[in-house]
């Protein structure tokens, strides 16, 4: 059975930045089975009820502005998979949720930097599913878990996200810059909660862990972490395979479930 996983995608810049966060996702595909398809959740689909792309080939989205040239002319063009859509809508209309479909959608930077990293010859199968940061984090832990047999499918369950995504308070300069007590005083409360499962501790991170509206000014970064705790299943059993920080505050850490 394949791991869910969590991964902070970082900046637009990632695949160009020479950073501990790039090499590990370029290592990550390869440590992994090779799946038969990605779900991919990604931060940067923020809409009313949770939405699929159904599509036959994934069109790249530079949803960013006032980067590298170099940037705006990669591509990341992996097949999509109508089956895939189609049972990942079953699967949370049995849970209880109301679903859509969009299909012109392609992969926003959220999906496309990391899975270009990872499996660099796109030739997975990858949908996309919307984010609902309105609904919080017991919706996505739900959603999560109504996704968990997909595992069982040869179907990696990616969220992509932020572990910290505070843009102002970006050491915009420095790559390496140092990484603030906040930033990691917020990283250190939520690996001790993930890794002594505490769950109930976890949904309610906003009130009790540390400097959490500084970390998270809004959630929507955050809550893919939560599709992938729930992909985990009852037990998830979490190991963080990374842990650096970009950009001072820009906590790079990367989690597998499962």
Not at 28 to 39: N, W
Not at 88 to 100: H, I, R, V, Y
Not at 130 to 156: C, F, M, N, Y
Request: with cysteine.
């Amino acid at each position: 059975m394949l791991p869910s996983l969590f991964v902070s995608h970082g900046a637009p810049t990632l695949p160009l930045d020479a950073c501990p966060a790039r090499e590990f996702l370029k290592s990550l595909g390869a440590r992994l089975p090779r799946p038969r398809a990605v779900l991919a959740v990604s931060a940067h689909w923020d809409n009313r009820e949770p939405t699929v792309n159904r599509v036959a080939v994934n069109q790249t989205i530079h949803d960013f502005y006032g980067f590298p040239d170099e940037l705006y002319r990669m591509a990341y063009n992996a097949p999509g998979s109508a089956g895939l859509a189609d049972r990942t809508q079953e699967l949370l209309s049995a849970a209880g949720f109301d679903t859509a479909t969009d299909d012109a959608r392609g992969l926003d930077h959220g999906a496309w930097v990391p899975l270009m990293l990872m499996y660099p010859e796109a030739d997975i199968p990858v949908v996309q599913l919307s984010v609902q940061s309105p609904l919080g984090t017991g919706h996505h832990l739900k959603l999560g878990r109504a996704l968990a047999p997909l595992r069982k499918e040869d179907i990696l369950v990616l969220g992509s996200g932020g572990f910290t995504h505070n843009l102002r308070a970006l050491d915009r300069w420095r790559l390496d810059g140092p990484e603030p007590a906040w930033s990691r005083e917020f990283s250190d409360w939520i690996q001790a909660a993930l890794e002594e499962g505490r769950e109930q501790d976890l949904l309610a991170y906003r009130r009790l862990a540390p400097h959490a509206a500084t970390a998270h000014p809004t959630e929507e970064h955050f809550l893919p972490l939560f599709v992938a705790l729930g992909a985990g299943g009852e037990a998830p059993h979490p190991e963080r395979l990374h842990r650096s920080s970009t950009f001072g505050s820009l906590r790079m850490d990367a989690y597998l479930f499962g």
